[in-house]
């Protein structure tokens, strides 16, 4: 079952980070959270949802949604970008420099896994 919360986009450049695609997640934030919320709060086929605790003003939440998801994937925050619904709870965030390796399904599944993983019971 393909999953609309983790996509893989093949990039149409010939550089060399560009060559290895992007994941899209579409994720739905949960500003103002307190402290002790903060992360992964659940990830369905559909979505992921995040809570942060910076509030949705100047960036605020933006930031730390970039942050969040670096710290779950161990990854660089530059790697990390909102790419769709900047002013919106509900978001696209591109995750470049991840290498598929010829299984874009395995990939796929390995983030899923990390996300699931950082669900705070």
Partial sequence: MAS???????SSSKSARSALGYIYLQCHIKP???KQREGIVSVSENVI???VSAQAREG???KAVREVISSVLKCPK???EIVRGMKS??????IGGIDIKGDEEK???????????????
């Fill in 4 to 10: 609309l919360a983790i996509r893989h986009v093949a």
């Fill in 32 to 34: 103002g959270a307190s």
């Fill in 49 to 51: 949802e995040v809570c």
């Fill in 60 to 62: 605020e939440s933006n």
């Fill in 78 to 80: 530059s790697d990390v």
């Fill in 89 to 94: 709870r509900n978001k696209t965030v591109a």
């Fill in 107 to 121: 990939c796929i599944s390995g983030i899923r896994e990390r996300f699931e993983n950082a669900v705070d019971d």
